[in-house]
């Protein structure tokens, strides 16, 4: 199993976004370098992750809006953004729906205030979830 929070630390150390306007000019940029990508991130909703996919790979990225993180998807050529997120703590995943991570939810709360987990563990389980997971826990 992967630990998440120790991933979210080393994000969180690179640098927190000042506002939206600076992580909706990084999606914008994005865009603009691979065309093929499409986004799914609900502005208006406040949602804490932006998701890229493309019709050959389905997700390929997802971005977090808050912590410089990104998980990329291994199989997808990302040259044309790498330069983007330069900045980012980058975690190549070989997928979104492999549960292969855990996390503590307390120190979660504690140390990294700036991802809400506002799942149950009903829902997620905690010491065993996929970035899909991650995804809906925090969105």
């Not at 998440?4 to 640098?15: C, P, Q, S, T």
């Not at 993180?69 to 492999?98: G, H, M, P």
Request: with cysteine.
């Amino acid at each position: 199993m992967r630990d998440m929070l120790e991933v979210l630390r080393r994000a969180k150390h690179k640098k927190v976004f000042a506002d939206q306007k600076e992580f909706k000019e990084t999606l914008a940029q994005i865009q603009e370098a691979d065309k093929t990508l499409k986004i799914d991130w609900d502005d208006g909703a406040g949602e804490e992750w932006a998701r890229f996919s493309n019709q050959t790979d389905g997700t390929v990225c997802m971005i977090n809006s808050k912590i410089r993180l990104a998980f990329v998807r291994s199989k997808y050529r990302f040259q044309n953004i790498q330069y983007l997120l330069c900045d980012y703590e980058v975690v190549l995943t070989e997928d979104f729906c492999s549960d292969e991570w855990t996390i503590d939810v307390d120190k979660l709360k504690q140390e990294i205030p700036e991802i809400y987990w506002h799942t149950s563990e009903d829902a997620v389980n905690i010491n065993h979830f996929s970035l899909d997971d991650l995804y809906f826990a925090t969105v």
